[in-house]
Every structure is written in structure tokens, then in C-alpha cells.
């Protein structure tokens, strides 16, 4: 309930601060579980993700954001579940996959962490280890612009990643997070 009427409001207000177009959002598939991997440039991803997807998207989220009581309830409200940074964590690992199991979308952001220059990183293994332990369908995206005021925000929902060129290859959850980030590099680059 929350997450819908906090989406609501997000809408409305990036609708006037920002020009978002949305490329292929009839990508994601309307039903079963879903990952949607984007790059990530600013604290505004996860709700411009969370507005432009078809789909109610669950988003990790550092644990730092979850110890203000107030903020940890408005996060678990929102759909947002959190994450030991830095080290493998078995609580959110559990509760992402619980989620695909349940025919739900995640929301993830291989990077960890903001790109200060815009320029995509290497991708943390998490990524890969979601899309090998599940049967979700994985969506790249590719968040491109600026978030200045009345600036245009391209948001690019690419193709499901077919893995299996991999598949015979047996790879390691780094090697199938590296697919899914050129994925998301081949859709920055082709629009830009």
C-alpha cells in the first residue's frame, strides 16, 4: 500500500523536476520473477527504476538506512530489504531469492555503489548469484542523463540476457554478473 501511494507521489513530482523517456518497458515480462540490474549514477535510481517499471520492484538497500527507526520502517514500507555491504550477506541473499521464488522483481544495482563519473564498474558478484539460483528473467537497464532540474533522463529497459553461451561453460556467479554488465554498457552505449 505504501509502495503504491509513495510511487504515486514520486511520479508526480520527477514528472516537473525531470524529462524521463522510457525505452522498452514492454521488456519486462508482466508476470514470474524478475531482476532488473541497472547502473547506477545517483540516490535517484532506485525510485526512477521503481516509477518506470511495469512491475512493484523490491530494491536492496544498505542496512545503515534501516537503524533510524523511522527511515527502516518507511524502507520496509517502500519494499526495500537490507544489505551488509562489503561482505556476503546471507539474511539478504535468502530474502532476495525468497522474493524471485515468489514470483516477485528485484531491483538491483551490480555496481554497489554510485558511479561518480558516470562510467560503468565492475559489477559485484550478487547480481550473478540471483540469476543463477533462481529462474528469473533478467532485465539490463541503462539509466542515462544527468539529474539537473528539467534535464532529460533516459530510462533503457533492454531485452532478457540469454545466458547460454555461459551455460555450458559451468561460470561462477562474477562471470554471469560480467554478462549482465556488458549488457548494460552495450545499452548506454548504443543510446547515448
Known amino acids: 500500500m505504501l509502495y ?3 510511487r504515486t507521489l514520486v511520479k508526480i513530482v520527477f514528472k ?6 522510457i525505452i522498452g518497458r514492454e521488456n519486462i515480462p508482466k508476470k514470474g ?18 516509477i518506470t517499471s511495469p512491475r ?16 527502516g520502517k518507511l524502507l520496509i ?24 521464488s515468489d514470483g516477485h522483481t528485484i531491483g538491483l544495482f551490480p555496481e554497489g555503489t554510485r558511479s561518480k563519473n558516470g562510467e560503468v564498474k565492475k559489477g559485484l558478484a550478487g547480481a550473478g ?17 544527468s539529474y539537473k532540474k528539467f534535464s532529460k533522463l533516459k530510462v533503457v529497459y533492454g531485452s532478457p540476457i540469454n545466458f ?8 561462477s556467479a562474477q562471470e554471469v554478473t560480467d554478462e549482465i554488465m556488458e549488457n548494460i554498457k552495450s545499452l548506454l552505449d548504443e543510446h547515448r
Open 164 to 171: 547460454n553461451s555461459l551455460e555450458k561453460e559451468k561460470p
Open 129 to 145: 548469484f540471483f540469476a543463477m539460483r533462481s529462474d528469473a528473467t533478467v532485465i539490463p537497464c541503462a539509466i542515462i542523463g
Open 77 to 100: 514500507g517502500i519494499n526495500a530489504f537490507p544489505v551488509k555491504r562489503g561482505m556476503r550477506d546471507r539474511n539478504a541473499l535468502r530474502t532476495g531469492l525468497k522474493l524471485l
Open 33 to 50: 520473477p524478475v531482476i532488473i540490474c541497472s547502473n547506477h549514477i545517483s540516490n535517484f535510481d532506485p525510485p526512477v527504476v521503481g
Open 4 to 6: 503504491h501511494i509513495a
Open 56 to 71: 512493484t520492484v523490491h530494491f536492496m538497500a544498505k542496512e545503515e538506512l534501516f537503524q533510524k527507526k523511522w527511515l
Open 16 to 21: 516537473f523536476i525531470f524529462k524521463i523517456e
